[in-house]
């Protein structure tokens, strides 16, 4: 992992502690093994960025994190939904160092244990208004979470529609990820801004904020998928190259390769039988193209409007540690 500064790695852990005992006391109940396998991915740990960035916004802003700890824990529960029925349609067997919810449970389990946090994070959204957050605005942050949810539906689609297409460009390719990673980013930063204001030209600034960070985010998952290490990232390797995902690593290098090794990478990909031995040298035929540092360079770029929005909020420790989350996207090891 990129080297994170100790104050950022102390709120982190921070607000894990604060959002983990704030789902653990909201989300219990009969039958138990539903609830287990509801809270699996969440005790297997995660890095709660989301939570994270609601928090910080919120506190740049002048707010406590106990008024905004309901909209916080509501957004990492829409993310733990979506993990859930992701690796369900990706056939993931790991995730976060541990067996994926569908692998233990099943998948019926699995599906159902996703509709669960998907509804409690709307129940324990509305409890900011018993934290004192006006419920006008409480009614915007769940308009903004729905719609954040049925943005990552929207993604999800297209990227499971991709695998089937030949030309996707990086124009349909970064509408896809901010459809899949950037809206949820976006719905963090605008709820921490509500918890505090309904000023609209900040919570757009802010939007912009959490749509950068997301997308470059995702970028650099797509990227981790081509060169990082199993050990290091808790769940399979070359996963991408396998299930024929048009990542960005992979639309470029099939634009840029010669043409016999174009035909070699699209005789790899998507091949659910290929070997270790097939699906590293894809890999290699995607770093040969030059594609990793081709789109290392677009998460720069998505990286530098994140930090641009940020000027709209007072200079604070809170905002610097918003900064260090841009760059810890683009920089981030696993």
Known sequence: MAELSEELKKFIAHVAGLVDGYIYARVHGEPQALYEAALHLIRAGGKRLRPVVVIAVAEALGESAEKALPFAAAVELVHNFTLIHDDIMDRDEMRRGVPTVHKLWGEPMAITAGDLLFSKAFEVLSDAVDKGVPPARVVKAARQLARASSIVAEGQALDMMFEEEEDIGVEDYLKMIYKKTGALFEASAV??????????????????YGRSIGIAFQIRDDVLSIIGEEEQLGKPVYNDIREGKKTLPIIYALEKLEEEERERLRSILGRKDASMDELREAAELVKKSGAVEYAEKLAEEYMKRALAALTVLPENRYRKMLEELAIFAVKRTK
């Not at 709820?191 to 912009?208: N, R």
């Open 191 to 208: 709820l921490g801004g509500l918890a505090s204001t309904e000023d609209e030209g900040l919570l757009g600034s802010l939007a912009t």
